[in-house]
């Protein structure tokens, strides 16, 4: 089955840093994936769709500015959190829709915790 | 704007049925989607219904009545593993690349 992975799994970092957190998709091209954000015990929200080679888009409400967003392949998505502040704090979770694969399922990587002190 | 509502918590024993029921509210329909999600880990895809009718995928069968704006997931047989909780999940109304999801239904299966 299509496979997405994440990395880090976790990261702990302090007030007014930068994170980035990488999402692959490890054995098929994703045209498109997306960035969601969960809460504990809360559904998942969109945060932004990252088309290859083109700009994210982003929801209502997300800062573009604070989360940037990279697509710089098939395989590979980036998020990174700039200026992370402890309300960052969160379950990041990307995914992806395979150019061949069954176009109605997204594959989901295995989620980043982060942590801002 | 689009919804998608569900029960917040639902509990049932081990071997039973299950039933977890979705309410959504949008302009435009493609589909709906079914996730499993167990704590602290990613969602996996569980099932998909387009048209009218009942999927079936083993223990799991998931229903959609586009006329009513209601879909459900069917869960048979159910084992402690089943324990998670359950998102229904919609293509947005203006982009079907992009997905919402419900509020999410947790499961407690109980022995």
């Known amino acids: 089955g299509a496979v997405v992975s994440q990395h880090p799994s976790r990261v702990i970092c302090k007030s007014g840093t930068s994170v980035k957190i990488e999402c692959r998709s490890l054995?098929?091209?994703?045209?498109?994936m997306f960035w969601y954000r969960q809460f504990p015990k809360k559904s998942l929200m969109l945060m932004a769709t990252s088309n290859e080679g083109s700009k994210a888009t982003y929801e209502q409400g997300v800062e573009k500015d604070k989360f940037l967003i990279n697509h710089a392949s098939l395989t590979l998505s980036t998020l990174t959190v700039t200026s992370a502040h402890p309300e960052d704090s969160s379950f990041y979770i990307c995914?992806?829709?395979?150019?061949?694969?069954?176009?109605?399922?997204?594959?989901f990587g295995p989620g980043t915790r982060l942590l801002v002190l | 704007g689009q919804s998608l509502e569900q029960p917040s918590e639902v509990t049932a024993v081990e071997g039973a049925i299950v039933q977890i029921n979705c309410t959504y509210q949008?302009?435009?329909?493609?589909?709906l989607s079914w996730y499993q999600q167990h704590d602290g880990g990613a969602p996996t895809f569980l099932s998909y219904n387009a048209l009218d009718g009942l999927e079936e995928t083993g223990r799991f069968s998931s229903f959609l009545s586009r006329s009513d704006s209601y879909g459900y997931l069917l869960l048979q047989e159910l084992q402690m593993k089943d324990s998670a909780s359950y998102f229904c999940a919609a293509p947005s109304e203006d982009n079907f690349n992009k997905f919402y999801f419900g509020s999410g239904t947790k499961l407690n299966v109980k022995p």
């Open positions: 054995d098929f091209q994703a045209t498109t």
């Open positions: 995914s992806a829709r395979s150019r061949d694969l069954n176009a109605e399922t997204q594959y």
């Open positions: 949008t302009s435009g329909f493609y589909g």
